[in-house]
């Protein structure tokens, strides 16, 4: 199956910041844009912002919105890249809580794909109840705190939310999340 105009006319988001992984965002944004999708990185300030790549700081990635100017009712899904800094730094804002909620909250229902320790910030935004996960071993404990069923797996897809472990699930993801996103709102 041509898999260049999958998601013609989507529109998705990826919440980062400072000190995200950068094969976690990097290669989600290119699976999506080779797919057809439109692709904007949303963060807390306009600029740039620096990725981490194994044990340094990687390269900078252009932000196309900040919190302030985006609205999740804009976007067709959300990836959220793991990384240590980049979501413990998100999960501390209002904001970006608030952003990350209005892909779940009125219905909404959207394809949100986290990586890595991209889900703690689904566990600050509260929307983990009763959902089948994975992430980063070392934060299941957090997630399981938040209502969560963790679960040891490359990919795990729960009705549009989808998650994985680590960079080396990254193929998985990004197929998971593609067909999420073309599948479109969810019923939960």
Same mark, same amino acid.
């Given at each position: 199956?041509?898999?260049?105009?999958? !998601?013609?006319?989507? +529109?998705? =988001? &990826?919440?980062?910041?400072? %000190? /995200?992984?950068?094969?976690?965002?990097?290669? @989600?944004?290119?699976?999506?844009?080779?797919?057809?999708?439109?692709?904007?990185?949303?963060?807390?300030?306009?600029?740039?912002?620096?990725?981490?790549?194994?044990?340094?700081?990687?390269?900078?990635?252009?932000?196309?919105?900040?919190?302030?100017?985006?609205?999740?009712?804009?976007?067709?899904?959300?990836?959220?890249?793991?990384?240590?800094?980049?979501?413990?730094? !998100?999960?501390?804002? +209002?904001? =970006? &809580?608030?952003?990350?909620? %209005? /892909?779940?909250?009125?219905?909404?229902?959207? @394809?949100?794909?986290?990586?890595?320790?991209?889900?703690?910030?689904?566990?600050?935004?509260?929307?983990?109840?009763?959902?089948?996960?994975?992430?980063?071993?070392?934060?299941?404990?957090?997630?399981?705190?938040?209502?969560?069923?963790?679960?040891?797996?490359?990919?795990?897809?729960?009705?549009?939310?989808?998650?994985?472990?680590?960079?080396?699930?990254?193929?998985?993801?990004?197929?998971?999340?593609?067909?999420?996103?073309?599948?479109?709102?969810?019923?939960?």
């Amino acid at each position: 199956m041509n898999t260049q105009n999958k !998601l013609s006319g989507k +529109k998705v =988001a &990826i919440l980062a910041t400072d %000190g /995200f992984e950068q094969s976690e965002l990097e290669s @989600p944004r290119e699976a999506l844009l080779a797919a057809g999708a439109e692709v904007e990185v949303i963060s807390l300030q306009s600029g740039s912002i620096k990725g981490w790549s194994g044990k340094n700081w990687g390269n900078d990635v252009s932000v196309d919105k900040t919190l302030n100017e985006a609205n999740a009712k804009d976007y067709d899904g959300l990836v959220l890249p793991g990384g240590l800094i980049n979501p413990d730094t !998100l999960r501390q804002d +209002k904001q =970006a &809580i608030r952003f990350i909620q %209005g /892909f779940f909250s009125d219905n909404a229902n959207k @394809p949100v794909a986290a990586i890595c320790h991209g889900p703690w910030l689904l566990a600050e935004a509260g929307v983990l109840q009763g959902r089948k996960v994975t992430s980063y071993a070392s934060i299941q404990t957090d997630l399981k705190n938040a209502g969560a069923q963790w679960v040891d797996e490359d990919v795990v897809v729960d009705n549009g939310l989808v998650t994985s472990r680590f960079p080396d699930d990254l193929a998985a993801f990004n197929r998971k999340l593609v067909e999420e996103v073309r599948e479109g709102r969810h019923h939960v």
